[in-house]
């Protein structure tokens, strides 16, 4: 999912708009906003793209200064209608409104035992269990109840939270999911990504810490260190598919990023190839880095129609199949007769990547030969990403032989953990869980 708010400017609806808009590849499933003007919360949300969710949207009955919104990519719950953020509620505190990135771990406990006291549940999502636990708090300040709900969660959450006239932006102690704070005059931004900063023509001021809670109102801004822990858990895959190119994290540019996952690629697995090409948008990098690395020429022999949806986010196997052949088409011309080297970022199922070797033959290609610019994804994600379970997942029971045969591919090879680290330019401080199983919160239902 992707999150974004805005505070003091005279009418944050329409940057509200421009930052779901540039947020898209989070979430398309739903969106929506919350807006304040200083008395009163009004909310406008729906299933669907953003465009299509504010094509009825009057921004005229939406005037205020501070606002919040979504834009959804289930992981938990389904894409329904009640599932779709930001949640609106009320506490003892006032009208408030919650908009989630990320995946609760004990959700279902807590949902269980929050039941058991008498809370109704209105949707499916695991974000409404924090909404629930903060109506409960006994505390008689916002900060305090926050403090006291959060200490129940367990899991991921770049949370943004609103009152009438208060916006909060808090992160988990681990920083699993990103949450920047951008400036532009006298307005603050809280972005899922920095590229929503931009958009709006707002300057990055600094990342929101791991465990830390921004409370912005007419006083000023205040921080506070209300979850603290050592370890940072911050999802590698941010870095290797799900943020977009020119969003930076930790102070590193995502597509710098990922042409260095292709530098390493083409240091530890060489591949003897004529071109090499890369499967676009996200792997497009990783593809000029190998590229570079090989002193092999990079072409662009797949074309992405761009108005079709990215296959990881859809929800059925039915709809990625079906998003495979919509989406990608293959320049017969530049591949004919040649040894394509092919770079991904992720095999998950295996579907993708066999349809698109597939492709490269059928339009010509002598060879193929696969490079995955992540290691072998072998354990479901839990934490915010939808990479299925491990029954599905192609890596978690198969040999790289059984992978390949599987793909069609001539050969392939992935980046070790170890060579994940390096691509990034970290010694440690990222969540691989996926990879390796190590996952850097408890699972289960006991805290
Ligand atoms: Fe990211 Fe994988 Fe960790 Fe999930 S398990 S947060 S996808 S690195």
New binding site residues.
Partial sequence: CGVFGVFGAKDVAPSLYYGLISLQHRGQESAGVVVSDGKQLKSHKGVGLVDEVFKDFASSQYKGHLGIGHVRYSTSGGGSIENCQPLLFNCKLGQAALAHNGNLVNAQTLRHQLEQQGSIFHSTNDSEVIAHLLSRASSDDLEGAIASALGQVRG?YSLLLMTEDKLIAIRDPLG?RPLVLGRKDDQYIVASESCALDIVGAKLVREIEPGEMLTISSEGLEWDNILYSKKR?F????YIYFSRPDSDFMGKNVHTVRKNLGKVLAKYHPAKGDIVTGVPDSSLSAAAGLAEGLGIPYESALIRNRYVGRTFIKPSQEGRIAGVNLKLNVINSVIKGKKVIMVDDSIVRGTTSRKIVEMLKQGGAKEVHVRISAPP?T?P?????D?SSQGELLAANSSLEEMTKAIKADSLAFLTPKELLEGVGVKDG??????TGK??VKMGCCK
């Fill in positions: 991921a699993i858990a999802c590698s895959f941010e994804v354990h994600c839990h934490l915010g990403i990479t990222l969540c691989d869980a996926c990879f996952y850097p």
